[in-house]
């Protein structure tokens, strides 16, 4: 009562609300989120006289929120339980995610490996740059030998398996 009760009160002193999540109970006394919608109406000379509300039903979209989030997690945990170097990497060739091992192979933090230049951290920038396009290219590269140069100036040979996740990229 009192979330609904601030809502009625937000919509007076806005005048409209959008999206405002609240808790239905329905006779079984089972809980129904609802998103509320509510706009003050307005007599001829601008008083406001009451509010139009309405509220949607969104059990499936926060099923379907919740499935999409534990997707993600078991996702990410299959990533990050790789012992193998794994990053994503845009057109441009700008890490945008990293696993663990990808930090523990580099020296580097996650937030330093993301947004930076792939081919940065090797021996040879262009070669790397080359089969980054290349995968963009054909799709996939298989056994691209790299020397990867850690933060400790250590040179570590490589060989890489790229591909494209998602069709709709190339």
């Known amino acids: 009562p009192e979330a609904a009760d601030m809502g009625i009160e937000l919509t007076y002193q806005l005048e409209k609300i959008r999206n405002y999540e609240l808790n239905l109970i329905n006779s079984k006394k089972d809980l129904i989120p609802v998103s509320f919608n509510a706009s003050v109406f307005k007599d001829s000379q601008g008083g406001v006289i009451g509010i139009f509300a309405a509220a949607r039903d969104i059990r499936e979209s926060k099923k379907l929120l919740t499935d999409l989030e534990n997707a993600k997690n078991y996702s990410r945990s299959l990533i990050e339980s790789s012992p193998d170097l794994m990053v994503t990497i845009d057109r441009q060739g700008i890490i945008t995610d990293v696993n663990e091992a990808a ?53 570590i040979e490589v060989s890489f398996k790229m591909c494209i996740r998602d069709r709709s990229m190339q």
Do not use: Q, W
């Open 103 to 155: 930090c523990e192979l580099t020296g580097c933090t996650r937030e330093e490996l993301i947004d930076s230049e792939f081919s940065t951290y090797f021996e040879e920038p262009d070669k790397a740059f080359k089969g980054v396009g290349l995968t963009f290219e054909k799709g996939k590269v298989s056994m691209y030998e790299l020397t990867l140069i850690n933060k400790n100036k250590e040179r």
